[in-house]
């Protein structure tokens, strides 16, 4: 796995994060750090599972548009199951 491909799923997974929260909605109970947090590592969960089932990649329009779904559907789950799993005060 190249460098640059992680540092663009960190990128990535930073703006899933806070369009994940758009579309979860309610209050983030992280903050937005949290919501950019959980959106990077659901874009490294999901572009290092895109590599291991051999799809995308390969510096194409297609692979960035792959990776991209994959982001937001990790940032989507990892926001979601925050929001579940937060105890509340």
Known sequence: ???WS???????GAIAGLIARSFIGGTPPFGKIGDIILGI?????GGYGLALLGIGGGGTV???IVTC???LAGALL???LSKRIKVKR
């Open 6 to 12: 992680l540092l663009v799923w960190l990128a990535i």
């Open 62 to 64: 297609g692979g960035l």
């Open 41 to 45: 590592a659901g874009g490294v969960v």
């Open 78 to 80: 990892l926001v979601w």
């Open 1 to 3: 796995m190249p460098a």
């Open 69 to 71: 779904v994959a982001a």
